[in-house]
């Protein structure tokens, strides 16, 4: 009985304490955690990324952001083949293979600015967060939600976009004893879209604590897509 009263109270105080954070509040701690000298607006580093993926070779990226500078450079080998793609304040060059990309393997390849700007988003949204959180567009929503998931008990961000920013809604979940972030998962408009990914282990790049592997799933079965491995050398 005495086990069952403990339960319950650290149950309800639990609870307490999530209701009692806000969202933005949830948010603070967060990035207090993850970049608590606020590196992260003057960011200049490089990442190196190693893409594994069922059935396909091993995809290695060199990535370099220097956002003071507005310049995004990635550098992808898998197989025999190699792309390169830089972004400097918004203009996009393309090599393959060590030399400035065709027009005949752009299109073979499916090499195109398009895909570069992609590419510069998608790695510093992923590992800048949960700082990229503070970008205008963002809407953070003031309710933290208590949730358990795949065994564990945490503190729940929800955020989507305006309109011009995108349409996905996000969910990011919580340590609710460090405030780390050990999850995110995303929710496209239909039902039963939308991935999410397990975070494990960490690595401290210029001051930074980033999630070292990224697990992604789908939501609807659970199916295994691949792990991102970040490594600082």
């Known amino acids: 009985m005495k086990k069952l009263t403990a339960l319950l109270v650290l149950l309800f105080a639990f609870q307490g304490f999530s209701q009692e954070l806000t969202g933005e509040q949830l948010l603070e701690k967060a990035i207090q955690y993850h970049d608590p000298n606020g590196n992260w607006e003057t960011f200049n580093g490089t990442?190196?990324?190693?893409?594994?993926?069922?059935?396909?070779?091993?995809?290695?990226?060199?990535?370099?952001?220097?956002?003071?500078?507005?310049?995004f450079y990635v550098k992808a080998s898998r197989g025999e083949n190699t792309t390169e793609y830089t972004v400097d304040k918004g203009n996009c060059t393309i090599s393959f293979n060590g030399k400035t990309a065709t027009e005949a393997e752009k299109k073979e390849h499916k090499l195109n600015c398009e895909r570069a700007n992609l590419y510069k988003n998608y790695y510093t949204y992923l590992y800048g967060l949960p700082m990229k959180l503070k970008d205008n567009g963002t809407i953070i929503y003031?309710?933290?939600?208590?949730?358990?998931?795949?065994?564990?008990?945490?503190?729940?961000?929800?955020?989507?976009?305006?309109?011009?920013?995108?349409?996905?809604?996000?969910?990011?979940?919580?340590?609710?004893?460090?405030?780390?972030?050990?999850?995110?998962?995303?929710?496209?408009?239909?039902?039963?879209?939308?991935?999410?990914?397990?975070?494990?282990?960490?690595?401290?790049?210029?001051?930074?604590?980033?999630?070292?592997?990224r697990a992604w799933y789908y939501n609807k079965n659970d199916g295994y897509l691949g792990t991102d491995i970040l490594s600082s050398k």
Do not use: C, H
Not at 48 to 66: A, G
Not at 173 to 191: I, L, S
């Open 142 to 213: 003031s309710k933290v939600e208590r949730k358990r998931f795949k065994g564990k008990d945490y503190l729940v961000l929800k955020a989507t976009y305006k309109k011009e920013v995108g349409k996905d809604t996000w969910y990011f979940y919580f340590n609710p004893k460090t405030y780390a972030m050990e999850v995110y998962q995303f929710f496209k408009d239909k039902p039963n879209s939308g991935e999410y990914i397990l975070l494990s282990d960490e690595e401290t790049i210029n001051g930074i604590k980033m999630p070292k592997n």
């Open 47 to 71: 990442l190196k990324v190693t893409m594994e993926t069922p059935k396909n070779p091993n995809r290695d990226s060199e990535i370099k952001i220097n956002l003071p500078e507005e310049y």
